[in-house]
C-alpha cells in the first residue's frame, strides 16, 4: 500500500480507532456503575472526540497521523519507535521518583509504585536480552 | 628504513561514526531535474512527502533498501547520490 493511500485504513489506524472506542466504553461502563454519569459522559466524549480529532487531521498534520497510527514508512515507524522509548524512559523515571517519594513518607502507595519499578526495569532488561539475540 | 612508531587507529564503529559526520545525497536536484513534486516521488517510492523532505534536507538517511530504491527510480547507483562527508 503507499504510504499516501488514504482510502483503505491501515492496521495501525484501524487499532488507534478500537482503543479510543473501547477507552470510551470502559469509561462510559465504569461511570454508569460506580453512579458517576458525569465520568461517563466527559470520558467517553473525550476518548471519542480524540479519535474524531486524528481522523480529521490526520491529512493536514504528520504528527496527527502518526498519533493515529498512520506509521507507513520506515522513518515514520522510527519516529514512533523513538516516541515510544523516550515516553516510556520517562514514564520509569516518573515512577522511580514517585517510588522514593512514596518510601520516604511511608506512603500506602510504596509497594505498587515498587511493583511498578520492577516491572519497567525487568521488562527492559528482558527485551534487550531479547533484541540483542534477534536484531 | 625507521618505522613510524604510531600505529593505525583501528577503524572501530565509534572512530567511523566520529569521522564520518553527515551523508549528503542529491535527491533535490534529479527530482526536480525530473519534474517530479515531492508528493510524486514519495509516491514512486512508497514513503510520504514529509519523509521525502527530510531525505532532502539531510534531517533523515534512508535505510540501505530505500537508498537502493532511490537510486533504482532515478537510474543511478547509491553511490551516485549518497556522498559521505566528513
Known amino acids: 500500500m503507499s504510504a499516501n493511500d488514504g482510502h483503505r485504513m491501515s492496521s495501525g489506524r484501524r487499532a488507534v480507532m478500537a482503543v479510543c472506542v473501547v477507552a470510551a466504553a470502559a469509561y462510559a461502563a465504569i461511570g454508569i456503575g460506580r453512579g458517576s454519569y458525569g465520568l461517563a459522559a466527559v470520558g467517553a466524549l473525550i476518548m471519542l472526540g480524540y479519535a474524531g480529532l486524528l481522523t480529521v487531521l490526520r491529512h493536514r498534520s504528520e504528527t496527527a497521523g502518526l498519533l493515529g497510527g498512520a506509521a507507513e514508512d520506515e522513518r515514520q515507524q522510527h519516529i514512533v519507535l523513538r516516541a515510544s522509548a523516550a515516553s516510556g524512559q520517562l514514564l520509569v523515571a516518573v515512577l522511580v521518583v514517585a517510588m522514593l517519594v512514596a518510601v520516604a513518607t511511608g506512603s500506602s502507595t510504596a509497594a505498587l509504585l515498587s511493583g511498578l519499578c520492577a516491572v519497567g526495569g525487568f521488562s527492559f532488561m528482558a527485551f534487550t536480552w531479547w533484541y540483542s539475540r534477534h536484531a | ?86
Open chain 2, 1 to 86: 628504513m625507521a618505522v613510524s612508531g604510531a600505529a593505525p587507529k583501528r577503524l572501530t564503529p565509534a572512530l567511523m561514526s566520529s569521522t564520518l559526520d553527515y551523508v549528503r545525497n542529491d535527491v533535490r536536484e534529479l527530482r526536480t531535474a525530473s519534474g517530479l513534486s515531492q508528493a510524486a516521488l514519495g509516491a514512486a517510492l512508497g514513503v510520504s512527502r514529509q519523509t521525502v523532505i527530510a531525505i532532502e534536507t539531510g534531517r533523515y538517511d534512508p535505510s540501505l533498501p530505500l537508498a537502493i530504491r532511490i537510486a533504482r527510480h532515478f537510474g543511478r547507483t547509491v553511490e551516485e547520490m549518497f556522498h559521505v562527508c566528513q
